[in-house]
Antibody
Framework: QITLKESGPTLVKPTQTLTLTCTFS??????????VGWIRQPPGKALEWLAL???????RYSPSLKSRLTITKDTSKNQVVLTMTNMDPVDTATYYC???????????????WGQGTTVTVSS | DIQLTQSPSFLSASAGDRVTITCRAS??????LAWYQQKPGKAPKLLIY???TLQSGVPSRFSGSGSGTEFTLTISSLQPEDFATYYC?????????FGPGTKVDIK
């Protein structure tokens, strides 16, 4: 059974750097084709895709946020870390991590999601 | 950067109705499209991938079609548990954008 859980601060101040950790179980991020991504959702708004890291350390970022994001993995700890610099109140959102399996090659979606963690940006 | 639009943005329907949601991509994405269902306060759930392949465990009343730039999600007979917001996502390009969502509400 695949599970993912997000952790990190619930409150950050403007201009600070946010660090979120996704701790997962039930799969290995060293398995060919597997990836873990981050998605966020501001209150009452749509999902926004942020970043994804693959088993081979291939990294993908949202073009609009690329300069502020860094995604890394620690395969031995079963963790993926997302950092976002220069936080602003508009970054207030629920942040999700999700698993992307190797089924169907590049056609597959994000099939297992964490419960999400709410981050508020305020001074 | 590939953009997705969805129509309608809001849909009011009754149980038993057939519902169709459209997702359009700003450029061709072959069949690299997934659909998700999200209920309030919950994480999204993968319904369909590769534009038309039903994810394991998803009821057969859900179906997807399309390729290139236009895609549809159809619910053949809306059930009470289907009232939710639906998102499409493209997985063709370097970044995997989501559509703006379609909220399906009870008439």
């Amino acid at each position: 059974q695949i599970t993912l859980k997000e952790s990190g601060p619930t409150l950050v101040k403007p201009t600070q750097t946010l660090t979120l950790t996704c701790t997962f179980s039930g799969f290995s991020l060293s398995t060919s084709g597997v990836g873990v991504g981050w998605i966020r959702q501001p209150p009452g708004k749509a999902l926004e895709w942020l970043a994804l890291i693959y088993w081979d350390d291939d990294k993908r970022y949202s073009p609009s946020l690329k300069s502020r994001l860094t995604i890394t993995k620690d395969t031995s700890k079963n963790q993926v870390v997302l950092t976002m610099t220069n936080m602003d109140p508009v970054d207030t959102a629920t942040y999700y991590c999700a698993h992307r399996g190797a089924i169907a090659g590049g056609y597959y979606g994000m099939d297992v999601w964490g419960q999400g963690t709410t981050v508020t940006v305020s001074s | 950067d590939i953009q997705l639009t969805q129509s309608p943005s809001f849909l009011s329907a009754s149980a038993g109705d057939r519902v169709t949601i459209t997702c359009r991509a700003s450029q061709g994405i072959s069949s690299y499209l997934a659909w998700y269902q999200q209920k309030p306060g919950k994480a999204p759930k993968l319904l369909i991938y590769a534009a038309s392949t039903l994810q394991s465990g998803v009821p057969s009343r859900f179906s997807g079609s399309g390729s290139g730039t236009e895609f549809t999600l159809t619910i053949s007979s809306l059930q009470p548990e289907d009232f939710a917001t639906y998102y499409c996502q493209q997985l063709n390009s370097y970044s995997f954008t989501f559509g703006p969502g379609t909220k399906v509400d009870i008439k």
